[in-house]
């Protein structure tokens, strides 16, 4: 399996968060994403996992686009586990 990104664009309010990233990364490949806090890191795979829409560019795996893909059909495909969790007490 590839995921490509190809020239993917996000800006929030008119505040441009990535501009024009593009990377390919294949099944069994360790990929890194780096940088300093308030960099777009979360930004990045929220755009790629389709929580945010994309201002520009394309999230393709297996060379189809992604973000056309249902819910149910994304969520076979990918997970996303967010920074912050809920947890509650039971006691």
Do not use: H, R
Not at 38 to 67: P, R
């Amino acid at each position: 399996m590839k995921l490509e990104i190809k020239n993917l664009s996000f800006s929030y309010k008119n505040k441009e968060i990535l501009n024009n990233i593009s990377f390919e990364v294949y099944s069994g490949t360790l990929l890194s994403i780096l940088g300093a806090n308030g960099a777009g890191k979360t930004t990045l795979i929220k755009c790629i996992n389709g929580i945010l829409k994309l201002k520009k560019g394309e999230v393709l795996i297996d060379e189809k686009n992604f973000n056309n893909k249902s819910l149910k059909e994304k969520s076979k495909i990918m997970s996303y586990v967010p920074q912050i969790t809920s947890s509650f007490d039971i006691d």
